[in-house]
C-alpha cells in the first residue's frame, strides 16, 4: 500500500467506493428478498394449518410442514437466506478494503499537513 503514489490510491478509493455502492444496493435487494420469501413461508403455513382441521398445535404445524407448498416456501425461503449472506460477505470485504484505503488517505494528508507546519515554523 505505501508503494502507490497519492493519485494512484486516490482512484483505488475511488473505485472501492463504487465497489460499496454496488455491493450496498446488492445487499439491500437481496435483504428485500428474505423478507418476501418468509412472508410467503409465513403465509403459506398459516395457510396450512387452517386448512387442516387437528386436535393439537403440534399436529397442525407438522402437518403444515408436510405440504408440499409450504416445502416450496421454505426452500425459496432459504436460498433467499443464503444469497443474502452471500451479499453482506461481499459487502462486508469491500467495505474493509475501502475502510483500509481511507485509512491510509488520511494518514497520508495529515503528514503532509505536518511537514508543511514544520516548513513554515520559525523559532
Known sequence: MTELDDATLMAL???M???VNHYAGRLARA???ELFAEAVLDLRRAH???AKATKSVT???AAADANPEVDEAKTAYLQAKSARITEETGYGNA???HFFLSRELTRRTSRSD???RGRNWTP
Open 17 to 19: 467506493t463504487e465497489w
Open 48 to 50: 396450512a394449518v387452517v
Open 59 to 61: 399436529e397442525a404445524k
Open 95 to 97: 467495505d474493509r478494503l
Open 114 to 116: 505536518r511537514e508543511m
Open 31 to 33: 435483504r428485500q428478498e
Open 13 to 15: 478509493f475511488g473505485e
